[in-house]
T-cell receptor, first 114, second 112 residues
């Protein structure tokens, strides 16, 4: 079946540091890939997405590239801010549609210190 | 454009009781999915509805059920509550199934 693996953390960085959160997946075919962010006490917000190999999703300074050859979708940001502190989830949806929802990683807790 | 609305935000129930949670999706979004989020298991898929039909269900016991109405609003019901049902229940909607999903703020259920 489908699965997503990501570092769980917590990951602690200083403000303005470079961020990488690794995400790898197992799936048949060509799933769509997503990064979601969850702030304390809130639901999930879609951060970015990519629907085919070599696509780069980007939003709010965050980027991730769909790498089919390494089955990865690593999240990066050049300079993090305190306000980026949150839990980040990598997710995929099954290729070709299907009704089994999104498959999520366990989430990475990111803490940015001033 | 209004977002996904889940009610209530918080619930405290006693073991053995039942509970109904509600989700109103973004206007025009006919696909509604439910997820359970716990510290131990993370985010787990419960079920998905599209045009009032349940398309699939995750690996949860029959105590978990749901339905969708003609206006796309959805409800999920948990009967005979157990302590382990304590979780954040998230509703997500999309205009087409299995595309980017928009989440509500969730309902925090505590079973005592």
């Amino acid at each position: 079946g489908n699965s997503v693996t990501q570092m769980e953390g917590p990951v602690t960085l200083s403000e303005e540091a470079f961020l990488t959160i690794n995400c790898t997946y197992t799936a048949t075919g060509y799933p769509s890939l997503f990064w979601y962010v969850q702030y304390p006490g809130e639901g999930l917000q879609l951060l970015l997405k990519a629907t085919k190999a070599d696509d780069k999703g980007s939003n709010k300074g965050f980027e991730a590239t769909y790498r089919k050859e390494t089955t990865s979708f690593h999240l990066e940001k050049g300079s993090v801010q305190v306000s980026d502190s949150a839990v980040y989830f990598c997710a995929l949806s099954r290729a070709g549609g299907g009704a089994d929802g999104l498959t999520f990683g366990k989430g990475t807790h990111l803490i940015i210190q001033p | 454009k209004a977002g996904v609305t889940q009610t209530p935000r918080y619930l405290i129930k006693t073991r053995g009781q039942q509970v109904t949670l509600s989700c109103s999706p973004i206007s025009g979004h006919r696909s509604v999915s439910w997820y359970q989020q716990t510290p131990g298991q993370g985010l787990q898929f419960l079920f998905e509805y599209f045009s009032e039909t349940q398309r699939n269900k995750g690996n949860f016991p029959g105590r978990f059920s749901g339905r969708q109405f003609s206006n796309s609003r959805s409800e999920m019901n948990v009967s005979t509550l157990e302590l382990g049902d304590s979780a954040l229940y998230l509703c997500a909607c999309s205009d087409v199934p299995n595309t980017e999903a928009f989440f509500g703020q969730g309902t925090r259920l505590t079973v005592v």
